[in-house]
């Protein structure tokens, strides 16, 4: 999951590994019986998704769904710093975060609806892959360099439209902050379409202590997640929204590196 990608600005790569996860058993489990049946409630959850057709319904009902199948896993979410959205700009806002788990997506979606940008890979994920498409997700493919205009003139068109849009531009997940570089391409929407760009740092902690329990890392690497955030206790999700930056003035490099330094800056 986490290996080179073959072609172009969207090839990412990361060296977290199954060996990043240091906390694998929590000093405090949830429990074998606690465990299965948040499995169960989380399951049963996402398939009554299913039940309303080929789209969730977008605003609270998104919000609502995400926020179900968090509480179901036991995961506590903080966000910290305000909403996601800027208001106030005739615009949507590109919201950029850095990417830690499968994870990432239930949190931010439960904070403040968005459409989300994701490879095509999220499409195909158990358990959850069903979610993210019946969200209205839009699906890049990294290996088709030739489609990166189209995704980027696409996404220029939603922020114009009001609509916010989030993106991991690392490309890949890391075990924790800070991770890897920002690609640039997504940038280019916000400068086109005149949207602010809202900087979110991601992170988690297990008792009130950093942890890297959810990391979405190394071969195979759903499943074995999936495991140890049903059977932690104390997991919190934190989202810290860092003061939005006006596309004015930049490029997409400069806006990058300012958008990944506010991210980085809080490192969880």
């Not at 690497?221 to 997991?235: K, N």
């Amino acid at each position: 999951m986490n290996g080179p990608v073959p072609g172009g600005p969207w090839a990412a790569f990361s060296p977290c590994t199954e060996a990043c996860v240091t906390d694998r058993l929590p000093p405090v489990g949830a429990g074998p019986v606690t465990t299965v049946r948040r499995c169960a409630a989380f399951l049963a959850t996402l398939a009554g998704t299913a039940a309303v057709g080929r789209r969730l319904g977008a605003g609270p009902e998104l919000q609502r769904q995400a926020g179900l199948l968090l509480a179901d896993l036991g995961v506590a979410v903080v966000p910290e710093g305000g909403g996601l959205r800027v208001p106030g700009t005739g615009a949507g806002t590109l919201v950029v975060a850095n990417h830690i788990s499968w994870l990432d997506v239930l949190v931010l979606l439960a904070v403040q609806p968005a459409t989300l940008l994701a490879k095509r890979e999220v499409g195909r994920w158990p358990v959850v892959g069903t979610l993210v498409r019946r969200a209205g997700t839009r699906f890049i493919d990294r290996e088709n360099v030739r489609r990166l205009p189209d995704t980027v003139r696409e996404l220029a068109g939603l922020l114009r439209s009001g609509e916010s849009v989030v993106v991991f531009p690392e490309g890949t997940t890391w075990c924790s902050v800070p991770g890897g570089a920002f690609r640039r391409a997504t940038f280019q929407a916000a400068l086109d379409a005149g949207a602010p760009v809202r900087p979110v740092t991601l992170s988690y902690t297990c008792h009130g202590a950093p942890t890297t329990l959810p990391a979405f890392v190394g071969e195979g690497a759903f499943l074995p997640s999936f495991r140890r955030v049903a059977a932690a206790h104390g997991l919190t999700a934190h989202v810290t929204a860092h003061p939005a930056l006006s596309p004015v003035g930049h490029d997409r490099r400069t806006l990058a590196a300012l958008a990944h330094a506010a991210v980085t800056s809080a490192r969880g």
